[in-house]
């Protein structure tokens, strides 16, 4: 799976977890150059509480258009640390 923006490839993976119809990248699969973390938090009952990223390419920004859960709750303990995208993010095979 491909994480495509402002057709720049934020994350390349062959092993996303999906959840909740959101493909969450490794960390080692994601173009960390392209994001910015934020101040934004928001909690999920069941995974924790998700920080989040903004996208940077060039002169234009997609704020808050990537999550990840750092410390996730131990049901969601697989996806610690992968990353997730939305905001007009494309995810592509």
Same mark, same amino acid.
């Given at each position: 799976?491909?994480?495509?923006?402002?057709?720049?490839?934020?994350?390349?993976?062959?092993?996303?977890?999906?959840?909740?119809?959101?493909? $969450? +990248?490794?960390?080692?699969?994601?173009? +960390?150059? $392209?994001?910015?973390?934020?101040?934004?938090?928001?909690?999920?009952?069941?995974?924790?509480?998700?920080? $989040?990223?903004?996208?940077?390419?060039?002169?234009?920004?997609n704020p808050d258009a990537a999550w990840t859960y750092t410390d996730p709750k131990p049901k969601a303990s697989n996806i610690k640390d992968h990353?997730? +995208?939305?905001?007009?993010?494309?995810?592509?095979?």
């Amino acid at each position: 799976m491909r994480a495509i923006w402002n057709k720049t490839v934020l994350a390349d993976s062959e092993n996303t977890i999906l959840i909740e119809g959101n493909h $969450y +990248f490794p960390p080692e699969s994601v173009n +960390f150059e $392209y994001l910015a973390q934020t101040d934004t938090r928001s909690t999920c009952p069941w995974k924790g509480i998700a920080s $989040y990223f903004s996208i940077q390419i060039n002169s234009e920004q997609n704020p808050d258009a990537a999550w990840t859960y750092t410390d996730p709750k131990p049901k969601a303990s697989n996806i610690k640390d992968h990353i997730a +995208f939305w905001k007009g993010v494309v995810i592509e095979p």
